[in-house]
C-alpha cells in the first residue's frame, strides 16, 4: 500500500481573492501589506489559511464568509475553544479573532490570527522522536483539556458516526455481497461481519468523559524546529471519548511508517489500559466512516478528500486484520 502525501491536499482561497476589508485587518496585524504568503498545503476544507509575513513578523492566519461554506462556523467554534484553553498547552496560540464586513458585499468573515510555528509536518517518515513527542503533547494536553467549560464541549466521539446508517450497515453489506470495496484487499465473510459487530458494539465501547481533540491526523500535527515539540493544531472538533481516542485514531498512519503501533499503544498511560475490543471497536468506527467516505461521489471543492477516506481506511483495516488475528 502506498502512502498519502497530507502536505499537499488543500484547494484555498488566494490572499488576493479576500475581501480588501480582511486584507487591511492582516496588514494592520503586519503593520503594512503582506510581502509573502505560503498557503497552508494540509486539510480539506476551502477555507483560507496561510502564513503571511512583512519582514520579520509572522502570523498563521485563517478566514471564512458566513455565505461562504460550512468552514464559517468551524472557524468560529475553533476560536472559541483557543480563546478558552489556558497559557502553555502545545498548540499554537490565538493572537486574535474577530468579525470583519466585507463593504462591497456586506458578508461577515471570522478572522483568527494564530502564532507561526516554525516547523516540519511529522510522517515523510514516520521517527520515534516524532512519535514520542506527538504523544508527550497529548499527555499534556489530557488534564487540562478538562478545564474547558462544558458549552464548549458537547456530544462525543461517536457523534457523526454511530448516528449515519451508512456508516454503521457498511460492512453487513459487504459481508452480505451488497457492496463492494475496490480500494480494499479481498476480505472474507467472516471479516466483514468481525467489523459489522464491532461497529454495533462502539457506542457501548466507546462511553467516556474525557475531553479530546477528535480530528488528529498527520497534518494537524506541527513538529517545531529546533526544539522538536508537537504542537497540536485545527481545534473546531473537540468533544469527549476515551482519553485514548486521539492516540489510538493517530497510530494507524504510525504503522503505516513503519512503527510499532502496538507497542506505543500498549506503553501508553493514555491507552496502556484500554480494552482491546474498544480500541478496535473505534478503530472500525473509524474505517466504516473512512469507506463511506471513500466510496462517496469526489468533492470539487476538497479534491484530495476521497482519496484520504480510501487511505485512511485500508490502513485501519490493516491494522485491525493484525490485531484480530485474521490470518492465523
Not at 480539506?44 to 455565505?67: E, N
Amino acid at each position: 500500500m502506498t502512502g498519502f502525501d497530507y502536505s499537499s491536499t488543500a484547494r484555498r482561497p488566494a490572499h488576493e481573492d479576500l475581501p480588501r476589508d480582511v486584507r487591511d485587518v492582516i496588514a494592520g496585524y503586519l503593520g503594512g501589506p503582506p510581502d509573502h504568503v505560503q498557503p497552508a498545503g494540509g486539510g480539506f476544507t476551502p477555507g483560507f489559511a496561510a502564513t503571511v509575513r512583512r519582514g520579520g513578523a509572522a502570523l498563521f492566519v485563517k478566514a471564512a464568509s458566513r455565505s461562504g461554506s460550512f468552514v464559517y462556523p468551524a472557524y468560529l467554534r475553533e476560536s472559541a475553544v483557543l480563546a478558552a484553553l489556558p497559557d502553555g498547552l502545545p498548540i499554537p496560540r490565538l493572537v486574535s479573532s474577530q468579525a470583519v464586513t466585507d463593504s462591497a458585499s456586506g458578508d461577515e468573515w471570522v478572522l483568527l490570527c494564530l502564532e507561526h510555528i516554525d516547523g516540519i509536518m511529522p510522517g515523510s517518515p514516520w521517527t520515534m522522536d516524532q512519535a514520542a513527542a506527538v504523544h508527550a503533547s497529548l499527555i499534556g494536553l489530557d488534564q487540562r483539556l478538562q478545564m474547558l467549560p462544558a458549552h464548549l464541549v458537547t456530544g462525543s466521539v461517536s457523534d457523526g458516526l454511530t448516528d449515519d446508517g451508512a456508516v454503521m450497515a457498511i460492512f453487513g453489506r459487504c459481508a452480505a455481497g451488497e457492496q463492494s470495496v475496490p480500494f480494499l484487499p479481498a476480505l472474507g465473510r467472516e471479516h466483514w461481519l468481525d467489523l459489522q459487530g464491532l461497529v454495533e458494539r462502539a457506542p457501548f465501547l466507546l462511553e467516556a468523559s474525557r475531553i479530546v481533540h477528535n480530528d488528529l491526523r498527520p497534518d494537524n500535527v506541527i513538529i517545531e524546529q529546533p526544539s522538536g515539540r508537537a504542537l497540536i493544531c485545527d481545534w473546531n472538533f473537540v468533544t469527549r471519548g476515551p482519553a485514548w481516542a486521539d492516540w489510538a485514531g493517530l497510530l494507524p498512519y504510525l504503522r503505516h511508517g513503519g512503527l510499532d503501533a502496538d507497542a506505543l499503544l500498549r506503553s501508553s498511560p493514555l491507552s496502556g489500559g484500554a480494552g482491546a475490543d474498544s480500541i478496535d471497536a473505534w478503530l472500525a468506527l473509524l474505517a466504516a466512516y473512512m469507506v463511506v467516505s471513500g466510496l462517496s461521489p469526489e468533492v470539487a471543492s476538497s479534491p484530495k478528500l476521497r482519496a484520504h477516506g480510501r487511505f485512511t481506511a485500508g490502513i485501519m483495516i490493516d491494522w485491525l486484520s493484525e490485531r484480530r488475528k485474521w490470518a492465523a
